[in-house]
Structure formats: C-alpha cells, structure tokens
C-alpha cells in the first residue's frame, strides 16, 4: 500500500501542519519523564486536495491510501527520544498515538531543535519551565517539529511564514481558496490544534493560554502558524 510519508502527529508540541482538528496533551512526572498522547484528523475535502499535491496523489495509489505511515512516525519519533506505546490510523485521514519519554529535557536538548529556539525547556532553584516561540524569525525551522512531513505538501500550501516577501492573510486565503477550494479553504480556516500540558505540581506562573488545575491549555490556529503575522508564544512554569 502507498502512503503519504508520515505526518508525524506525535512531534513534540505540534500534531500535523495539515491537520484541521489535532489534539496533544504532555504529561509530566515528578522525574521528568512522562507521556505524549496525539490525535490528529485531517478532514476529507482537505484530504482529497492535500493527496492530490503528495506523494500518495502519484499515478497508480489509491484514492483511500493512508495520509499517516506509522511506521515513519515510529522511526523519527524514537530518534527523537519517544518510545511508541500505541500507533494506529483508525481512518485513512486520522491519526492516534502514545508515546513515552524518558526526560522532558532531553527530549528538548535535540541540537537542532535547540538551536532554532522554538522550544526550550529548562530548570532553576527547582522550578521547571517550558516556553515555545514560533515566528518568521525561526519558521525555516518548523519542519523539524514534523519530521518525515512530505515537502510537496509544504511546498503546496505555500505558506507566508516562510516566504522573504510574504503576502498578507487575506491574499494568502484567496491563493488557498484557488488551490484547494471553498470547503477545503473552510476546514482549514477553522482548523486549531489544542495543547495541553499536565504538570506534575500546581503551575506556578503561565501565558498565552489558560490553567485548570495542573492543566495548562494553548490553542494555536492553524491559519495563524501558516502566516506568522506576529510570534505565537506560550510559556507554563512548575516547582
């Protein structure tokens, strides 16, 4: 069977970039290790447009082939420090996984995700602090929170954040309307991805998103990460 290389849903803090409805939730143990759970669902018309741009869309795979190859999200994500504990495509277009890691840290301390300042994770007199910063400063970096992401999708969606001279959100919704179409264009507009963070203790400070109880929650839209017309930012702290 042909896939689509895989969107890895299971990256540290983002599910797929074409994903409409994604969800990530990150525990943390006292210790420092935890869990990763992600489901992620790429609607049908925004599917039938996104495989007809990838490599599933060649000559000769099916119409129904799998937009998410497990095994790939396997491989990269244990490179990157996260044992598989499930990995299933319940549909063609979604995605459900649960990962493990062993440091949270270390699982951040990637040199090249480190470098590109995207996510930092780092601890001082005992407090424990996770920030994430997306802007067109670092977006040529953000294929590397979707590791085996296929660059033909990329390249289709032509998003702004990582052109020199890029065009404004309304320009670049009339270019995704021509592209996809008008159903597609509306999936994607509404598309958001939900993050939430359980930390181990009571939070003690946070931004760009909202707390209950242990639970720090960031909604970033999907629209918003393609254009970066200003930084997308969060940050959440424990003892």
């Known amino acids: 069977m042909r896939y689509l290389p895989a969107l890895p849903a299971a990256a540290i803090l983002l599910a797929a970039l074409s994903s409409c409805a994604a969800g990530l939730s990150l525990a943390v143990n006292p210790d420092g290790s935890g869990t990763l759970a992600v489901d992620a669902r790429i609607p049908d018309a925004a599917a039938a447009r996104l495989r007809s741009y ?8 099916a119409p129904t ?8 999200v ?3 994500t ?6 598989a504990v499930s990995v299933e495509t319940p549909t063609p277009n979604r995605f459900r996984g649960s990962f493990s890691f062993r440091s949270l840290a270390e699982l ?6 480190a470098e590109s300042g995207i996510l930092r ?16 400063d670092n977006a040529r ?10 660059p033909y999708v990329l390249e289709a969606l032509s998003p702004p954040a990582l052109d020199p001279y890029p065009v404004s959100a309304s320009e670049y919704r009339e270019m995704l309307q021509a592209l996809l179409g008008t159903a597609a264009l509306g999936e994607l507009d509404s598309a958001e991805i939900r993050i939430q963070v359980r930390a181990p203790d009571p939070v003690l400070r946070h931004a760009g998103g909202a707390v209950s109880d242990r639970t720090f929650t960031a909604v970033l839209h999907l629209m918003d990460i393609l254009v970066l017309e200003k930084p997308m930012e969060f940050s959440v702290s424990w003892r």
Do not use: M
């Open 108 to 113: 951040a301390a990637d040199p090249e995700l």
């Open 78 to 83: 244990a490179r990157r420090g996260l044992a």
């Open 121 to 136: 994770v780092g601890s001082k007199d005992g407090v424990t602090a996770l920030s994430f910063r997306l802007s067109r």
């Open 65 to 72: 082939a799998p937009l998410f190859d497990t095994a790939a």
């Open 141 to 150: 970096s953000l294929p590397l929170l979707f590791p085996g992401l296929d």
């Open 74 to 76: 396997r491989r990269e």
């Open 54 to 61: 990838a490599a599933a869309g060649t000559p000769g795979s």
